[in-house]
């Protein structure tokens, strides 16, 4: 792979990231930030922050979507800091870290500013006030990245303790942390479909499915630190670059190894990311280059070469790069093939091997096709003897020689051998369930005596054929559990077009049954995966399919009948709900009202809030965030009460009060080292206090003044 654009800027480049006005921006290791045309790589702004980072193997930096925030450590990592774009000014700064800091973040909607450390801590800082908003769940060791989801309902951080924290944000909770890495997790990537990407510091790369916690695959071919991740933007594939400069590229469908050096630098690959409206891939290395790389390079070739019919070439382009092979116009080219090898086939039925060589030609230059062609051909060479045998009815001989060559079995010979099979089959069986008729039975299935596969079919047919008016009999009466069970008992039930009519009687259950719920006509649809539940195979399915129905149609309800309170609650249960219309309207009623109240807790209004969340108070899904915002709310007011000089005894009874509504969190203990310094005689024991926690808190215990 060719760049496009190179540019070089002599100091590593430590981020790149297209914001949304469509700049590409470009962040070094001295922290100098570039505002550059995307197509060009020219500079049309930028300035120095003027903070040198030596080690930027972790984000050392962050910046918000809209580029009016960026986030950094500092040079000695000792803080981090938040600032504004606009006036260059720090409008926030997170010392609250027991040790150094190790990464900093800014969730998608530009909302937070997450500053993550050696002490397992991340704090969460409200970019508008510049004050802490709440901490995340605490790791025992280094919190080595943090990543969001697309619209920044979820987030997770990973860890040196080899624990993934994932916690939606949308709903201010904690879901898990999950151990499924044996060394310490370093990178974090989300996908599509609700899945995150995990690499550990053995290069292991793990998909997880963050709704179930299930591991969906675990990526091979990674023999290098990987120190950058991202996907493009469908979410076809996802690309990890490496220590050594090499950059692996994956299918996401299959989680196939497209190519373990699609890209290769001569140094480290230090940043990462894809720009969506040029599907082409942003690349920084340690040297200071900034590289575009278009990833369906070559495509424009293609169509030339398909029109010459220079399908060798094509075949070429997609080895060099293997991306092309999920263009249309490849798969134009494998449509060419398979009707090109049906055809050749026929020829060869017919003994018109010229005819068939001749229109192999256009693939013989590409070795996979040849090799194909030239086993084809061979395979064929005894067809006229296979024909032979089945024209003189020797059918034992016909079908092991079918067995030996399976080609054979594709071809209108044998599958005219076999509906003459099944149509013997099927009169043998009026004649097998009438005890008069046995022998009749035998002589008509005389023929395929000798035969592996038919003989025992035939051998259950003639004496078993009770099991058949059982069979039929569940039929009529629809009792599919029974009919299920019959089949897997006695498998020679297959071999009737009952058992076809039955699978396909499925199918179009669940086809229809697909097409009501996309509907949203639940009544129906229920009504048909309750028959479908009793067919082998989709029990589990539907059983899954039922209840999100069932939790969908009690979320429509509890909107029409204006039920907030069940509806949040639900939209909590369910993150499927997350993504439907109605679940992001109220998701954004939510977000404006918790807007207004983070205002109010900064100025520590405990009324104003009130005001605000008033219709959420009695949505139990929601007492976490609520409080999270009153506990925001009562820090302001304890620090206040600092700057007005309150008295010691109020304020140590402010402190008791806090650790009693929601235990000894960060903030309080961070409050208290603040306090000590400005009260010195405090007798005050943390320690000692009853402690609440945030997950019992509830809006009963609200009070105006945190002191009182």
Same mark, same amino acid.
């Given at each position: 792979?060719?760049?496009?654009?190179?540019?070089?800027?002599?100091?590593?480049?430590?981020?790149?990231?297209?914001?949304?006005?469509?700049?590409?921006?470009?962040?070094?290791?001295?922290?100098?930030?570039?505002?550059?045309?995307?197509?060009?790589?020219?500079?049309?702004?930028?300035?120095?922050?003027?903070?040198?980072?030596?080690?930027?193997? /972790? #984000?050392?930096? &962050? +910046?918000?979507?809209? %580029?009016?925030?960026? @986030?950094?450590? =500092?040079? *000695?990592? !000792?803080? $981090?800091?938040?600032?504004?774009?606009?006036?260059?000014?720090?409008?926030?700064?997170?010392?609250?870290?027991?040790?150094?800091?190790?990464?900093?973040?800014?969730?998608?909607?530009?909302?937070?500013?997450?500053?993550?450390?050696?002490?397992?801590?991340?704090?969460?800082?409200?970019?508008?006030?510049?004050?802490?908003?709440?901490?995340?769940?605490?790791?025992?060791?280094? /919190? #080595?990245?943090? &990543? +969001?989801?697309?619209? %920044?309902?979820?987030? @997770?951080?990973? =860890?040196? *303790?080899? !624990?993934? $924290?994932?916690?939606?944000?949308?709903?201010?909770?904690?879901?898990?942390?999950?151990?499924?890495?044996?060394?310490?997790?370093?990178?974090?990537?989300?996908?599509?479909?609700?899945?995150?990407?995990?690499?550990?510091?053995?290069?292991?790369?793990?998909?997880?499915?963050?709704?179930?916690?299930?591991?969906?695959?675990?990526?091979?071919?990674?023999?290098?630190?990987?120190?950058?991740?991202?996907?493009?933007?469908?979410?076809?594939?996802?690309?990890? @670059?490496?220590?050594?400069?090499?950059?692996?590229?994956?299918?996401?469908?299959?989680?196939?190894?497209?190519?373990?050096?699609?890209?290769?630098?001569?140094?480290?690959?230090?940043?990462?990311?894809?720009?969506?409206?040029?599907?082409?891939?942003?690349?920084?290395?340690?040297?200071?280059?900034?590289?575009?790389?278009?990833?369906?390079?070559?495509?424009?070739?293609?169509?030339?070469?398909?029109?010459?019919?220079?399908?060798?070439?094509?075949?070429?382009?997609?080895?060099?790069?293997?991306?092309?092979?999920?263009?249309?116009?490849?798969?134009?080219?494998?449509?060419?093939?398979?009707?090109?090898?049906?055809?050749?086939?026929?020829?060869?039925?017919?003994?018109?091997?010229?005819?068939?060589?001749?229109?192999?030609?256009?693939?013989?230059?590409?070795?996979?096709?040849?090799?194909?062609?030239?086993?084809?051909?061979?395979?064929?060479?005894?067809?006229?003897?296979?024909?032979?045998?089945?024209?003189?009815?020797?059918?034992?001989?016909?079908?092991?020689?079918?067995?030996?060559?399976?080609?054979?079995?594709?071809?209108?010979?044998?599958?005219?051998?076999?509906?003459?099979?099944?149509?013997?089959?099927?009169?043998?069986?009026?004649?097998?369930?009438?005890?008069?008729?046995?022998?009749?039975?035998?002589?008509?299935?005389?023929?395929?005596?000798?035969?592996?596969?038919?003989?025992?079919?035939?051998?259950?047919?003639?004496?078993?054929?009770?099991?058949?008016?059982?069979?039929?009999?569940?039929?009529?009466?629809?009792?599919?559990?029974?009919?299920?069970?019959?089949?897997?008992?006695?498998?020679?039930?297959?071999?009737?077009?009952?058992?076809?009519?039955?699978?396909?009687?499925?199918?179009?259950?669940?086809?229809?049954?697909?097409?009501?719920?996309?509907?949203?006509?639940?009544?129906?649809?229920?009504?048909?995966?309750?028959?479908?539940?009793?067919?082998?195979?989709?029990?589990?399915?539907?059983?899954?399919?039922?209840?999100?129905?069932?939790?969908?149609?009690?979320?429509?309800?509890?909107?029409?009948?204006?039920?907030?309170?069940?509806?949040?609650?639900?939209?909590?249960?369910?993150?499927?709900?997350?993504?439907?219309?109605?679940?992001?309207?109220?998701?954004?009623?939510?977000?404006?009202?918790?807007?207004?109240?983070?205002?109010?807790?900064?100025?520590?209004?405990?009324?104003?809030?009130?005001?605000?969340?008033?219709?959420?108070?009695?949505?139990?899904?929601?007492?976490?965030?609520?409080?999270?915002?009153?506990?925001?709310?009562?820090?302001?007011?304890?620090?206040?009460?600092?700057?007005?000089?309150?008295?010691?005894?109020?304020?140590?009874?402010?402190?008791?009060?806090?650790?009693?509504?929601?235990?000894?969190?960060?903030?309080?203990?961070?409050?208290?080292?603040?306090?000590?310094?400005?009260?010195?005689?405090?007798?005050?024991?943390?320690?000692?206090?009853?402690?609440?926690?945030?997950?019992?808190?509830?809006?009963?215990?609200?009070?105006?003044?945190?002191?009182?």
């Amino acid at each position: 792979m060719n760049p496009i654009k190179k540019i070089n800027f002599k100091r590593p480049i430590i981020l790149v990231k297209i914001l949304d006005n469509g700049q590409l921006l470009v962040v070094d290791s001295d922290t100098t930030i570039r505002y550059l045309n995307k197509n060009t790589l020219e500079t049309e702004d930028g300035f120095k922050a003027k903070i040198t980072h030596e080690r930027y193997k /972790v #984000n050392v930096v &962050a +910046f918000s979507n809209d %580029g009016q925030y960026f @986030a950094s450590l =500092s040079s *000695d990592c !000792k803080d $981090s800091k938040l600032y504004n774009v606009q006036t260059k000014k720090a409008v926030a700064r997170v010392t609250r870290h027991h040790g150094e800091v190790s990464c900093v973040g800014i969730d998608p909607t530009g909302r937070y500013m997450f500053s993550c450390g050696d002490d397992g801590k991340t704090f969460a800082i409200d970019t508008k006030s510049g004050k802490m908003a709440f901490t995340l769940p605490v790791h025992v060791d280094t /919190v #080595n990245d943090i &990543a +969001f989801n697309h619209n %920044g309902h979820w987030l @997770a951080t990973a =860890s040196y *303790d080899r !624990k993934i $924290s994932i916690f939606n944000l949308a709903m201010m909770t904690p879901k898990e942390k999950l151990k499924i890495h044996s060394a310490p997790v370093m990178k974090l990537q989300f996908l599509s479909k609700h899945r995150l990407c995990s690499v550990d510091k053995n290069s292991t790369v793990i998909i997880l499915d963050i709704y179930t916690s299930k591991i969906l695959a675990r990526l091979q071919g990674v023999h290098d630190d990987v120190t950058q991740v991202t996907k493009s933007s469908d979410d076809k594939f996802l690309f990890l @670059a490496t220590a050594l400069g090499y950059i692996l590229v994956y299918e996401l469908g299959t989680y196939t190894l497209l190519s373990n050096s699609y890209i290769k630098l001569s140094c480290a690959i230090t940043s990462l990311n894809f720009d969506a409206d040029s599907q082409r891939l942003i690349v920084g290395s340690q040297e200071g280059d900034v590289f575009l790389y278009d990833i369906y390079e070559g495509e424009y070739s293609l169509k030339d070469l398909l029109q010459k019919k220079e399908y060798d070439k094509i075949e070429e382009y997609a080895k060099r790069n293997p991306i092309l092979q999920y263009t249309k116009i490849y798969n134009m080219v494998s449509v060419i093939w398979d009707k090109t090898l049906v055809q050749a086939k026929i020829y060869l039925e017919n003994s018109e091997k010229e005819k068939a060589i001749k229109i192999f030609l256009p693939f013989k230059n590409i070795p996979s096709k040849n090799k194909i062609m030239q086993n084809v051909i061979l395979e064929y060479a005894e067809f006229d003897k296979f024909a032979a045998l089945v024209k003189g009815e020797k059918l034992a001989l016909a079908y092991s020689m079918a067995n030996l060559h399976s080609f054979y079995k594709e071809s209108g010979l044998y599958k005219a051998m076999e509906a003459k099979w099944r149509k013997a089959f099927t009169l043998a069986r009026k004649y097998a369930l009438d005890p008069r008729g046995t022998d009749t039975a035998k002589e008509i299935l005389k023929p395929y005596r000798g035969i592996s596969e038919k003989t025992f079919f035939v051998q259950e047919l003639l004496t078993q054929g009770e099991v058949y008016k059982r069979f039929k009999v569940s039929l009529v009466q629809k009792d599919f559990k029974l009919a299920f069970e019959l089949i897997k008992q006695h498998p020679f039930l297959k071999e009737f077009p009952e058992y076809e009519t039955l699978t396909h009687y499925a199918d179009t259950l669940y086809i229809k049954s697909q097409h009501f719920i996309k509907k949203d006509d639940t009544h129906s649809a229920i009504k048909l995966l309750r028959i479908l539940m009793n067919f082998t195979g989709f029990e589990e399915e539907v059983k899954s399919l039922m209840l999100h129905i069932e939790i969908k149609q009690k979320f429509y309800d509890a909107i029409k009948d204006e039920d907030i309170i069940q509806a949040y609650n639900l939209l909590a249960a369910s993150e499927d709900l997350q993504d439907t219309v109605a679940g992001q309207r109220l998701q954004k009623h939510w977000n404006e009202d918790l807007s207004e109240a983070t205002n109010y807790a900064v100025e520590g209004n405990v009324r104003g809030i009130e005001k605000a969340l008033a219709k959420y108070m009695k949505i139990d899904s929601k007492y976490m965030a609520i409080g999270t915002i009153f506990g925001w709310c009562y820090m302001m007011q304890l620090e206040q009460a600092i700057r007005d000089k309150k008295e010691r005894t109020d304020i140590e009874n402010g402190i008791k009060n806090y650790i009693l509504c929601f235990g000894l969190q960060d903030q309080i203990l961070s409050f208290f080292n603040i306090f000590g310094k400005y009260y010195p005689d405090t007798k005050l024991t943390l320690d000692l206090q009853t402690k609440g926690s945030l997950s019992m808190w509830r809006p009963s215990m609200i009070v105006s003044s945190i002191l009182d």
